[in-house]
């Protein structure tokens, strides 16, 4: 029973921290309801999906009240409650009727940039839980117990709405364009197709379209003032992870496995960066944190890996993707160290001389506390951990407690195993 508590405890805080407003009228303007959607979206990528997937690949530990967590107990559907429905009442259904708002007012940039990020977080949901409802999941009262999609179909939707997003964003604008409200570019329209690609070629490198992957992640950004980000303002309207710190100090550490291979690795100044005790006190993570869900540093590391994958020991090309992922990587901690890290033949053997496992490993490292480095070590099996209990780590995320309780068309409860079932990209 203590356990118990002590999980659910942890449980009631390491779920989203999205503020409601009891008080929202039935209609908004979409000039109002963007910003709303895209702090929503920050907030369960860098909250929810930052955390659990940080623990699975051991870049923090789960300590005191979320010491189960460590140990892969308590994994269960009520613990993916709110990440569940986050992603489909704060984002996937407000995305909706904003949607709807500027298809009957003919607001084309602004059904664009919505696109993008319905497909954003289409992908952020269904690499974590495979099947999903998405052609039903959004009919409200018509459809009470949705379908389930297969993966492979919601990456195709994913595909499709980016791909029309460009098309979009390439048109006329419309009456109403987005602008300063607009909180991730301040409605910089060239900046969202460099985004749009850039997500493209995330799903396309899930897929295994390696050469699609690196093309499309050269046509998006050009460094890292480009990421798809989300500035927090201060302690009022903190990051995710200052919020965690403050108010469940000491429940969050360091990973022992992340420090032994940055270590092993003479990554010293990197290491100062993030390797605190995590209270208000971090260095990185304070109340107006940057919370990137894109990055030119994983563009980088995608073109390197596409490089190393096509040709033994990779080209040129790959070579210099992979050292300008490392150093944006320095460059996002705000460390010097840069030139002494990469004179060391265990991080940069040559051109010619790259192996998956040089580029994944820095990957890993550049990607902290980042929910993409997940899918990355599902893919790769690098860096290669160590489960903390019992012989396997999960790789996938459970179905939330509601769904299965309400929704006839869910899974039955139990028939999934989160150390065994992969998603679809992953099998």
């Known amino acids: ?41 920050a907030d369960v990528y860098g909250g929810e999906f930052s955390h659990f997937n940080a623990i699975l690949i051991q870049q923090v530990e789960g300590a005191a ?20 429905q986050n992603i489909y009442e704060k984002i996937l259904h407000e995305i909706k009727i904003a949607k709807e708002t500027t298809s009957e007012n003919d607001y084309a940039h602004y059904g664009a940039v919505l696109g993008i990020m319905e497909a954003f977080t289409l992908m952020t949901a269904t690499d974590v839980w495979d099947d999903m409802p998405y052609s039903d999941g959004l009919k409200g009262m018509d459809a009470l117990m ?17 791909d029309n997003a460009l098309k979009m964003l390439n048109g006329p604008a419309g009456g109403l364009v987005p602008s300063g409200e607009e909180v991730f570019y301040g409605g910089d329209i060239e900046l969202w197709k460099k985004a749009a690609r850039a997500i493209k070629a995330r799903a396309l490198l899930h897929r295994k379209d390696y050469a699609g992957a690196a093309n499309l992640a050269s046509q998006s950004f050009s460094d890292a003032s480009e990421n798809l980000a989300y500035q927090y303002p201060d302690a009022n309207a903190a990051g995710q992870w200052y919020r965690f710190n403050r108010d469940r100090t000491g429940n969050i550490e360091f990973h022992p496995t992340m420090r032994a291979l940055m270590k092993g690795l003479n990554d010293t100044t990197r290491s ?29 590391f995608i073109i390197a890996e596409a490089d ?31 030139e002494d890290y990469i004179a060391q033949a ?42 903390t209990s019992g012989n396997a780590i999960p790789i996938r995320w459970d179905y939330s407690a509601t769904e299965y309780l309400f929704n006839a068309n869910a899974p039955a409860e139990g028939s999934v195993n989160i150390f065994t079932d992969r998603v679809g990209w992953n099998r």
């Not at 040129?316 to 300008?324: P, Q, S």
């Not at 580029?359 to 099996?381: C, G, S």
């Open 272 to 300: 100062a960066a993030i390797d605190q005790p995590f209270t208000t006190d971090h260095t990185y993570l304070v109340p107006n944190f940057l919370q990137e869900l894109i990055t030119y540093r994983e563009m980088e």
């Open 346 to 387: 265990s991080v940069n053997p040559g051109i010619g001389n790259l192996t998956l496992e040089h580029i994944m490993t820095q990957k890993y490292i550049a990607l902290f506390l980042q929910p993409e480095a997940y899918n990355d070590w599902r893919r790769t099996d690098i860096p290669r951990l160590i489960p």
């Open 1 to 41: 029973m203590v356990v118990l508590l002590s999980f659910l405890a942890c449980e009631s805080y390491i779920g989203g921290d999205i503020n409601d407003d009891p008080n929202n009228p039935t209609t908004v303007p979409v000039f109002a309801q963007m910003p709303a959607i895209q702090i929503a979206l």
């Open 146 to 162: 949705p379908t389930y999609d297969t993966q492979a179909s919601i990456y195709e939707a994913i595909n499709n709405l980016l």
């Open 308 to 338: 190393v994958r096509q040709n033994a020991g990779g080209t040129a090309t790959g070579y210099e993707a992979y050292l300008a992922g490392i150093q944006a990587s320095f460059e996002r901690l705000g460390v010097a160290g840069y």
């Open 65 to 84: 009240r979320c010491g189960p967590l460590n140990r892969y107990i308590g994994l269960t559907p009520n613990l993916f409650d709110n990440a569940w």
